[in-house]
């Protein structure tokens, strides 16, 4: 016998009457589906390529007037 | 040129092809431009001070991803009772937009990514779009590899409901049902 209640949230979600699948039976397309948007979301950032600020930043790493090559023979 | 120099020459270009996808991941992460790039700034002057702690031959990138993930969680944990204002901040910011329905699905999806607690977000992120493997992530986010795995799916799973996936008729229930469904529809068909 079940004698736990169902919380309010599980029951609203069965009023909505949609199929509520455990998550970990989230269908294989609705993985690719979220894929997808993830990356389209992400692949158009990463398209933008390096701004200028962060190329500025990481030149210091090998110019010769960084700190860190000061005690080398120029 | 001294071995020392070329050694930092490489890591720059290393750290270079890095950067995208570094500022990729923190504007997913907190959904604002200009406080992702700062981020992406603090992580890279912090790599550049702790350049020593990098272990050769490990993987570059899951290391300044670890280093912006960390500074992000602990502005987080700092903002947690500010309110947030990052609506329609990142939409705005962009200087290029691709076709209008894309744009509208792509806005759409980062609403949702934003509901997500940062935990399932960043773990979703990490392995869905950064492209690490469940292993790497679990060692960027400093937890086991299965907290990882229940993270993600656990994503997913609020994602399908706040976008109503799982009710749309061209998504079956899995992989199999849908096989069945598939070779009865081409039965009949014939």
Redesign the interface.
């Known amino acids: 016998m079940n004698i736990r209640k169902p919380s309010k949230q599980r029951q609203s979600l069965k009023l909505q009457g949609?199929?509520m699948?455990p998550?970990?039976?989230?269908?294989?397309?609705?993985?690719a589906?979220?894929?997808q948007?993830?990356?389209?979301?992400?692949?158009?950032?990463?398209?933008?390529?390096?701004?200028e600020?962060?190329?500025k930043?990481?030149?210091?790493?090998?110019d010769?007037s960084n700190e860190?090559?000061k005690n080398?023979p120029a | 040129m001294s071995p020392h120099r070329n050694m930092r020459g490489n890591m720059r270009e290393v750290m270079l092809a890095a950067v995208p996808s570094l500022r990729a991941f923190a504007i997913s992460l907190c959904g604002n431009v200009d406080r992702a790039d700062d981020l992406v700034q603090e992580a890279l002057l912090r790599a550049l001070a702790n350049l020593d702690s990098f272990e050769p031959g490990t993987n570059m990138s899951a290391w300044l991803f670890t280093i912006l993930r960390n500074l992000f969680r602990s502005e987080y944990r700092k903002r947690r009772r500010e309110v947030e204002d990052i609506d329609g901040s990142y939409a705005e910011q962009l200087t290029f937009s691709p076709e209008q329905s894309t744009r509208l699905e792509i806005n759409e999806f980062r609403e949702a990514l934003k509901a997500l607690p940062p935990e399932q977000r960043e773990a979703l992120i990490l392995v869905g779009a950064s492209g690490f493997s469940y292993e790497e992530a679990a060692r960027i986010c400093g937890c086991a590899v299965g907290t990882i795995k229940s993270r993600v799916n656990r994503a997913r799973g609020r994602l399908a409901e706040i976008l109503s996936i799982e009710g749309a008729s061209d998504f079956g229930p899995d992989r199999e049902t849908r096989a069945v469904v598939n070779s009865d529809l081409l039965t009949r068909r014939s």
């Open positions: 949609s199929e699948k998550v970990a039976k989230l269908g294989t397309d609705i993985k589906k979220i894929g948007q993830l990356r389209l979301m992400y692949d158009e950032i990463v398209e933008q390529g390096v701004p600020r962060f190329a930043i990481l030149r210091g790493l090998d010769p860190s090559s080398e």
